[in-house]
């Protein structure tokens, strides 16, 4: 069993950063591809970043790549979400999840998630 706690949510004007981290706790860290998906209101989970188990390479959806960057420090069982230039619409509730497979950018491939965190962007 595997239990993902996200922290470094929280409100941020548009152009600002903010750094969201996940902190696993039971199996073995390096073991897993880590990927951050996001949840606006009335919207579906959509994928952002992962990083994978095997390489530790890096992969991002059009609409955070450039801005956001995915990091993982096995030694401390932590995945980092470093997000820059802001804007309204990357409001939402942030998610850190993990899979067994070495790809992996849709939900239905992840087995353990995190409970979220806010992201609030204000224009």
């Known amino acids: 069993q595997v239990q993902l706690v996200e922290s470094g949510g929280g409100l941020v004007q548009a152009g600002g950063s903010l750094r969201l981290s996940c902190t696993s706790s039971?199996?073995?860290?390096?073991?897993?591809?880590m990927g951050w998906f996001r949840q606006a209101p009335g919207k579906e989970r959509e994928f952002a970043a992962y990083?994978?188990?095997?390489?530790?390479?890096?992969y991002y959806a059009d609409s955070v790549k450039g801005r956001f960057t995915i990091s993982r420090d096995n030694a401390k069982n932590t995945v980092y979400l470093q997000m820059n230039s802001l804007k309204p619409e990357d409001t939402a509730v942030y998610y850190c999840?993990?899979?067994?497979?070495?790809?992996?950018?849709?939900?239905?491939?992840?087995?353990?998630w995190g409970q979220g965190t806010q992201v609030t962007v204000s224009s």
């Open positions: 999840a993990a899979s067994r497979w070495s790809s992996a950018s849709f939900p239905s491939s992840y087995d353990y």
């Open positions: 990083t994978r188990r095997t390489d530790g390479n890096t």
């Open positions: 039971g199996r073995t860290f390096s073991e897993f591809t």
